[in-house]
């Protein structure tokens, strides 16, 4: 699955550890979410969506072999 977390978090100018503290779970989790080395949660998924008010298919991306 792709993300644009990165892109999103930019255009609000939060850190990685200041979303992690806004969304509750810690730096090194968003730093692998970006990464795409973790898939988050759809209940995380959602947080971030809210934070950024935007839909989650425009923060995440499902691909065809996901």
């Avoid at 200041?18 to 949660?41: D, F, H, K, M, W």
């Avoid at 971030?48 to 008010?53: K, N, Q, T």
């Amino acid at each position: 699955m792709k993300n644009r977390l990165k892109v999103a978090r930019a255009e609000m100018d939060l850190t990685q550890a200041e979303l992690a503290e806004r969304i509750g779970v810690t730096r090194q989790a968003i730093n692998s979410i970006e990464l795409g080395r973790y898939v988050p949660s759809t209940l995380l998924a959602l947080k971030m969506a809210r934070l950024f008010g935007k839909p989650v298919e425009e923060i995440f991306i499902l691909e065809d072999d996901d």
